[in-house]
């Protein structure tokens, strides 16, 4: 069972364009949602979390929307340049129970110049 | 370099033998984790451990897959009899867990398997 779904699988922007990617989660016990970079050949990259008691963060050009009621979490990418080409994870996890990451299908962003 | 680190980065192995891959963690993190990804698709949780304990093991990890993190420092995976199905990144993680956010994990470069 997916616990966590993830779209679209993959994503073309232009550079400067907002590629969205969209998670959405069934179990209300998750409480802690990082999202991940990855490059090919390279282990995944922790570029920022959310918890479920806030609605919105922002680091740098990334920004997570939460929505509890809905389950749903999204990732925007702000101002995107071709070095953020790359695949994205999203991820969930219940601090109780051991903080294991249960992780989302991924989302292969191509940012063209 | 204080990241996590793994080795070997690749390893080839004829099915039916044996691997073992170790992990060395950030220092002064206390949890470590292993994760098992497949091409296209996002890591899985294989094991995990607080210190020398081994915490909890994933249904995925078959009686052939074993880890061990003898002094709460570095763990191994070892992989017997290596079938063509056990072909993937292994992926190690570990975070500081001191019984309140943040809960952080972050990932080493992951050691390749493929078995022929």
């Known amino acids: 069972q997916q616990q966590v779904k993830q779209s679209p699988q993959s994503l073309i922007v232009q550079k400067g364009g907002i590629p969205i990617i969209n998670c959405a989660y069934e179990?209300?016990?998750?409480?802690?949602f990082p999202w991940y970079q990855q490059f090919p050949g390279k282990g995944p990259a922790l570029l920022i979390a959310?918890?479920?008691?806030?609605s919105e963060k922002k680091e740098g050009r990334f920004t997570i929307s939460f929505n509890k009621s809905a389950k749903q979490f999204s990732l925007h990418i702000m101002d995107s340049q071709p070095g953020d080409s790359a695949t994205y994870f999203c991820?969930?996890?219940?601090?109780?129970?051991?903080?294991?990451?249960?992780f989302g299908g991924g989302t292969r962003v191509l940012v063209k110049p | 370099d204080t990241g996590v680190s793994q080795n070997p980065r690749h390893k080839i192995t004829k099915r039916g033998q044996n691997v073992t891959f170790r992990c060395d963690p950030i220092?002064?993190?206390?949890?470590l984790y292993w994760y098992r990804q497949t091409l296209g698709q996002g890591p899985e949780f294989l094991t995990y451990?607080?210190?020398?304990?081994?915490?909890?093991k994933s249904r995925l990890l078959s009686d052939r897959f074993s880890a061990e993190r003898p002094k709460g420092s570095f763990s191994t995976l070892e992989i017997q009899r290596t079938e063509q199905g056990d072909s993937a990144m292994y992926l190690c993680?570990?975070?500081?867990?001191?019984?309140?956010?943040?809960?952080?994990?972050?990932f080493g470069p992951g050691t390749r398997l493929t078995v022929t």
């Open positions: 993680a570990s975070s500081l867990f001191s019984g309140k956010a943040p809960y952080e994990q972050y």
């Open positions: 179990n209300t016990a998750f409480d802690y």
């Open positions: 959310i918890r479920p008691d806030v």
């Open positions: 991820a969930a996890s219940i601090k109780a129970a051991g903080n294991k990451l249960t």
């Open positions: 220092s002064e993190h206390n949890r």
């Open positions: 451990f607080q210190n020398e304990a081994q915490l909890e």
